[in-house]
């Protein structure tokens, strides 16, 4: 493997670089494939049991919610009003069949969401305008272990 399809923390050791639709959406570590992001449904670790990652660089803020309200609150809602429209259902109907489509389409895609864009965030290298100091003391020398796109 070249230099570039590979990863290594401080002590030396050595992973095959990942895509993050590969480790992120399974709740896995972006560095070693291995470890966990999650010790809850959604909070994130301090960092990987495996490889050792300080996950302090991830923060995905409001971006989970952003995109399941985009791609799945959006049919739900859709699918309930063409229900009422098609069929006039009772209320009793809309709550029995209604809520359990929100909660489905909107709790369950949360987690391999924010998975996905902390993996994203570590390979893409992704941080705020004016945080490379923050890389740098977290990575305790100025050069951080994630791979040069």
Known sequence: MSED????????????KRPALETGPFGRCPRCGEGHIFTGFLTVRDHCEVCGLDYSFA????????????FACVPGVIFIVM???MARPGLWVHLAVGVPV?????????????GWLVAA?????????GTADLWARLHNSGKDDRPVR
């Open 5 to 16: 399809e590979m990863m290594a923390n401080e002590a030396g050791a050595r992973w095959p």
């Open 59 to 70: 923060d995905p803020a409001d971006g989970p919610a952003v995109f399941v309200q985009l």
């Open 83 to 85: 229900l009422e429209i």
């Open 102 to 114: 929100l909660i489905l389409t909107t709790v369950l895609p949360l987690r391999p969401i924010k």
């Open 121 to 129: 965030q570590y390979t893409h290298k992704a941080q705020e305008a």
